[in-house]
């Protein structure tokens, strides 16, 4: 599987944005699907997951209430949605594909996007 994320950019406090992660190379529809961020000198965080239909989803504690995960398995394609982003949002953003399905712990995805950079002024 095959992952790129798009969507990513600058932003100012309480702005929005919406990644997008296009997915190629095998059926969309039987992985679970995952976005973490990793700041500058911080680990890999968890930001959300999906599960294989989108009936499933949790969120990181952080983001809880601002983003939302959703999937369109027509398009194999992922989002996140971020709303009223903060400075402590910034960082590179990824998004994930776990065989397991929905799930938070990052060992157990299996594929892995390149990442997009999303920055929030203050």
């Known amino acids: 599987v095959q992952l790129v994320e798009s969507g990513g950019g600058l932003v100012q406090a309480g702005g929005s944005l919406r990644l997008s992660c296009a997915a190629s190379g095998d059926t969309f529809s039987s992985y679970g699907m995952g976005w973490f961020r990793q700041a500058p000198g911080k680990e890999r965080e968890f930001v959300a997951t999906?599960?294989?239909?989108?009936?499933?989803?949790y969120y990181g504690d952080s983001v809880k209430g601002r983003f939302t995960i959703s999937r369109d398995n027509t398009k194999n394609t992922v989002y996140l949605q971020m709303n009223s982003l903060k400075p402590e949002d910034t960082a590179v953003y990824y998004c994930a594909a776990s065989a397991r399905g929905s799930t938070i712990v990052v060992g157990w995805y299996d594929y892995w996007g390149q990442g997009t950079q999303v920055t929030v002024s203050s």
């Open positions: 999906i599960g294989w239909s989108g009936g499933v989803t």
